[in-house]
């Protein structure tokens, strides 16, 4: 059995007794419910989220009480049976000679043009929220991508490796998107190799994007934090000569440095980061696609703020963030920007606007219905919602509730 104090509950009353304080005076200084903090200190899980608000009062960091142990016994969800066939074309098996064993239904046929058509084709499917095409058709491509860069040489295979770069950067980004996190850091990882092997320095950025991406939904925000600020540091660009890709994979460095930092009580530094990153979406004027991948400029920047406000449970701040968002600079892609509309979703039920969270939710189910329902996130808020409400459900918090499959 582990150490109790590997616990977070346990590490959690330690140091509340060290402070002085009692469960009734945490629970007040973090403007969390007195039940909540017992539930965590009899060995209950909370949110990420909450351990920062005890964090920030506690004068630690957020990590401070995510300690290795033992993973508990869990039931079977069936994930492995679902995920199976982008699992193998991720990781094929490897023969006795130390070969992947493809299973690719390319055989003899090497298409390179072909390939970047269908990355292309793929790449507008995942923009466009269609989650189900992508479990069909990613396996198939990643197959083919493999295969191509196993059979071709010289400049085409450096094309073929930054095609395949492009391709499993999009998976691990889907990946994380339906919350398989383990292997979607093995995909971007992946990605990253191969974006470095083609020297194609925006694609590198975009896959250590996603890496970031994938470790904060892990919790390792000490991690993200050093990767990030570390190639930022490497990347810098000079000001007056850089290249769009050049600010752009600078700016989402930053961009992941600062929400590394800031969830992980690091409000100052974070605070930094931001800053840096916004001067390099003012400095490029408009949106630019990085590496075809994600999209960066003054406004993604922006939307950074909105995020680190909720996260320091600033709804009001929040809310004035996205009130001030730069116009006319282009758009960011689909999925940022809902992310920041659910945080408004969010910030409105907090000040105290059901009424208003719920159209923001109501408009998000009808435009991009298939995204929300991947939505971690997209629940926590309508559960808020439903928690604050003072009479009824109205018909349209109902249909949310129906649609994320939540009790009411």
Request: aromatic residues 4%.
């Amino acid at each position: 059995m582990a150490n109790v104090n590997t616990e977070p509950g346990a590490r959690l009353r330690e140091l509340r007794k060290r402070r002085g304080l009692t469960q009734e005076d945490l629970a007040e200084m973090a403007n969390l419910s007195v039940p909540v903090i017992k539930k965590i200190e009899q060995g209950g899980t909370a949110r990420m989220e909450t351990f920062r608000q005890i964090a920030k009062v506690l004068g630690v960091t957020t990590v401070w009480f995510v300690a290795a142990g033992p993973p508990r016994p869990t039931a079977d969800n069936g994930d492995d049976t679902v995920l199976a066939a982008i699992r193998s074309a991720i990781t094929p098996p490897i023969g006795f000679d130390g070969t992947p064993i493809l299973g690719t239904a390319d055989h003899d046929d090497v298409a390179l043009s072909r390939l970047v058509d269908a990355a292309a084709a793929v790449n507008r499917v995942y923009h466009a929220d269609r989650y189900e095409d992508l479990a069909y058709l990613l396996p198939a491509l990643i197959r083919s991508a493999n295969y191509h860069v196993a059979h071709l040489d010289g400049a085409e295979r450096t094309q073929a490796r930054r095609t395949r770069s492009a391709v499993l950067a999009l998976s691990g980004r889907y990946l994380i998107q339906i919350r398989a996190h383990d292997l979607a850091l093995l995909t971007l990882q992946d990605a990253t190799r191969d974006a470095v092997a083609a020297g194609d320095q925006a694609l590198a950025a975009s896959a250590m994007s996603g890496q970031a991406w994938a470790m904060l939904r892990q919790g390792r925000f000490d991690e993200v934090e050093r990767l990030c600020s570390s190639v930022a540091d490497q990347i810098e660009p000079r000001m007056s000569t850089a290249t769009p890709d050049e600010l752009s994979a600078w700016g989402w460095m930053l961009m992941r440095a600062s929400a590394g930092a800031i969830r992980n009580n690091r409000s100052g530094e974070a605070a930094e980061y931001l800053s840096l990153a916004k001067a390099a979406g003012a400095r490029l004027g408009h949106e630019h696609a990085l590496g075809g991948q994600n999209t960066f400029g003054p406004l993604t920047a922006a939307l950074q703020e909105p995020e680190n406000a909720m996260i320091e449970g600033r709804p009001d701040k929040a809310l004035e963030a996205m009130d001030a968002l730069p116009r006319d600079v282009g758009r960011t892609d689909s999925s940022t920007y809902n992310r920041a509309r659910l945080d408004r979703a969010r910030a409105l039920v907090r000040v105290g606007n059901t009424e208003k969270a719920t159209e923001v939710m109501t408009q998000l189910r009808r435009q991009h219905g298939e995204w929300l329902q991947y939505q971690q996130s997209a629940r926590d808020v309508t559960e808020e919602i439903v928690q604050s409400r003072t009479r009824s459900l109205s018909t349209d918090q109902r249909e949310l509730v129906d649609f994320l499959d939540l009790d009411e």
